[in-house]
């Protein structure tokens, strides 16, 4: 596991989208195929549009939300809408965790067909973090929390019911599990701003239950890259 600390967040664009790139040439080369499951919010998306820029086969890459709120794919609050937006320039193919027109209930319907349609395990999975210490959709106090994080699940998608909502996306949510996370040839977390350094510092031997990315910290021997910026 490394840290990664860039001056700004265009310079971590600068590091990392060729690095994700790079990656995904590997897979293509060894599979013909690459996928990558990528953050929603807010902070990733101008990594993303850099990324876009990269010299890539991107008719062989496959883009899916790491997780997802369960909201049509076409809503406001759709992460799979915004990832779409910042790759308009390209053309890989994209899969939806959630259908285009979700019932009252949520289920993994949709997120299970297109992980069977989506080249396993991911290439890359690029992570964010909430100031809660959630990454993905995996929200301290949410009662399946306990399964989602437990290294050993042999389930990768999880239906996530965050308790309490979160007041900027108060959604249910569909979401990878930690095991599907860490399952990627390179994951990456990606942060931004003081606050959430304070929040990863604070996470280091911190009950995963009530800081989630104390999880995601523990796992010391996996190839998990954190990039820091301002
Ligand atoms: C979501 C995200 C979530 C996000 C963090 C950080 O659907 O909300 O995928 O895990 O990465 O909440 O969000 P910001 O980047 O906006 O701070």
């Given at each position: 596991m490394s840290f990664i600390e860039h001056p700004d967040f265009d310079a971590l664009c600068d590091a990392l989208a060729p690095k994700i790139a790079e990656v995904v040439?590997?897979?293509?080369?060894?599979?013909?195929?690459?996928?990558?499951?990528?953050?929603?919010?807010?902070?990733?998306?101008?990594?993303?549009?850099?990324?876009?820029?990269?010299?890539?086969?991107?008719?062989?890459?496959?883009?899916?939300?790491?997780?997802?709120?369960?909201?049509?794919?076409?809503?406001?609050?759709?992460?799979?809408?915004?990832?779409?937006?910042?790759?308009?320039?390209?053309?890989?193919?994209?899969?939806?965790?959630?259908?285009?027109?979700?019932?009252?209930?949520?289920?993994?319907?949709?997120?299970?067909?297109?992980?069977?349609?989506?080249p396993q395990p991911f290439d890359v999975c690029v992570l964010g973090m909430g100031s809660d210490g959630h990454f993905a959709s995996l929200f301290p106090g949410a009662p399946e929390l306990r399964t989602a994080l437990d290294p050993a699940c042999d389930e990768p998608l999880v239906i996530v019911t965050p308790d309490p909502m979160p007041e900027d996306a108060p959604?249910?949510?569909?979401?990878?599990?930690?095991?599907?996370?860490?399952?990627?040839?390179?994951?990456?977390?990606?942060l931004r701003g003081e606050r959430k350094r304070e929040v990863l510092d604070a996470a280091r031997?911190?009950?995963?239950?009530?800081?989630?990315?104390?999880?995601?910290?523990?796992?010391?021997d996996a190839p998990l890259d954190i990039h820091w910026s301002p």
């Amino acid at each position: 596991m490394s840290f990664i600390e860039h001056p700004d967040f265009d310079a971590l664009c600068d590091a990392l989208a060729p690095k994700i790139a790079e990656v995904v040439r590997v897979g293509t080369s060894e599979n013909g195929v690459a996928s990558l499951a990528l953050a929603g919010g807010s902070t990733p998306f101008p990594l993303y549009r850099r990324f876009a820029e990269q010299d890539l086969d991107w008719s062989c890459v496959t883009l899916v939300p790491g997780d997802e709120r369960w909201v049509a794919p076409d809503d406001k609050a759709s992460n799979l809408r915004a990832i779409r937006a910042a790759f308009a320039g390209v053309s890989p193919r994209f899969g939806s965790l959630v259908p285009d027109q979700p019932g009252a209930e949520p289920s993994l319907d949709v997120a299970r067909a297109t992980l069977a349609e989506t080249p396993q395990p991911f290439d890359v999975c690029v992570l964010g973090m909430g100031s809660d210490g959630h990454f993905a959709s995996l929200f301290p106090g949410a009662p399946e929390l306990r399964t989602a994080l437990d290294p050993a699940c042999d389930e990768p998608l999880v239906i996530v019911t965050p308790d309490p909502m979160p007041e900027d996306a108060p959604y249910s949510r569909v979401s990878l599990t930690l095991s599907a996370i860490m399952a990627s040839r390179y994951p990456v977390l990606v942060l931004r701003g003081e606050r959430k350094r304070e929040v990863l510092d604070a996470a280091r031997g911190a009950d995963p239950q009530r800081n989630p990315v104390a999880a995601l910290l523990a796992q010391i021997d996996a190839p998990l890259d954190i990039h820091w910026s301002p």
